[in-house]
């Protein structure tokens, strides 16, 4: 799984996102009245930490190569934490997450602005059906403060999407992480001293599960978009809300019902559409070649 291919990126984002939900269940499962801010410092701590054994991938020459541009994202990163974090205490799980997932439809949006990205009927299609789907199975949640800031992870996943593409070429997964994480500890550290809460252990173990596996999300999707436009995978974002309901009827309750097996159907079906896009013969069309990437860049 490279992520060279459309196929195998959208393999990576389904798993990126199943590792994803495991680390929302791990902040849902905080105990009300937790220090917010205290969890959100271990938990980039010690995403920190589980890095430390990759440190031969970082380019030591060029460390802080796109130090602007790294610490930017590092700090949106940390408003999208935090507002996670407040969104999932709140809301139901799949709530939640159904919120989260117009990232993707941001990072169309946002791409096509900034970037020119030429999107084709069928990735329009996915991210509509998808979006649809989300409205589908929730019929629909009303807005409120958690919805916003739950709205508010979406934007950071999409722009820090996007500002990949500013990075220096040839910075690995890890130096990625690693800047990301390294560059956040000291605002993070700060708001947890203006918090003045007293330290609470039992938010260490939290803290190491959802950082885990928050971290294996950050690989799989970083690798999911380095080759491959956004436009052609980013509606396999949509599964985590697949997750988030499997997740959240084992352990929370939330039994999924017919008006579920609609919308999350709305949400597969285009992915094969995608699929079979890649498996057709290559052909040239303006210097593009479809049913391939077209090498626009990173993008987490």
């Known amino acids: 799984m490279s992520g060279r291919t459309v196929n195998s990126a959208i393999l990576l984002l389904v798993i990126g996102n199943a590792m994803a939900l495991v680390s929302d269940v791990f902040i849902k499962l905080l105990e009300p009245g937790s220090p917010v801010f205290q969890f959100v410092f271990l938990r980039c701590l010690i995403t920190l930490a589980l890095l430390l054994p990759f440190l031969g991938q970082l380019d030591r020459g060029r460390l802080f190569a796109g130090l602007g541009v790294h610490t930017l994202r590092a700090h949106i990163h940390l408003v999208g934490i935090v507002c996670m974090v407040f969104a999932l205490g709140a809301l139901p799980l799949a709530t939640a997450n159904a919120v989260f997932y117009a990232a993707p439809v941001l990072v169309m949006v946002f791409s096509v602005l900034f970037f020119r990205e030429r999107l084709d009927s069928r990735s329009v299609l ?130 999924p019902d017919l008006w ?37 860049g990173d993008c987490p």
């Open 126 to 255: 996915a991210v509509i059906s998808g979006f649809i789907g989300i409205l589908v199975i929730l019929r629909p949640v009303a807005i409120n403060w958690m919805a916003l800031s739950a709205l508010a992870v979406a934007a950071s996943l999409a722009v820090n999407a996007l500002l990949v593409r500013k990075l220096p070429d040839g910075q690995s997964t890890v130096h990625k992480l690693f800047l990301n994480y390294l560059l956040v500890l000291p605002a993070s550290a700060l708001l947890m001293l203006w918090e003045g809460a007293a330290f609470d252990p039992s938010l260490l173990l939290t803290a190491a599960g959802s950082a885990l596996f928050i971290l294996g999300y950050n690989m799989t999707v970083l690798l999911a978009y380095r080759h491959v436009d956004a436009s052609q995978v980013t509606s396999a974002e949509y599964t985590g809300l697949i997750w988030a309901i499997l997740l959240g009827w084992t352990l929370f309750g939330e039994a």
């Open 260 to 296: 579920f097996i609609l919308g999350a159907s709305m949400i597969v079906l285009p992915l094969l559409l995608i699929s079979l896009r890649q498996r057709r013969p290559q052909r040239r069309r303006r210097g593009v070649l479809v049913g391939e990437s077209s090498q626009v």
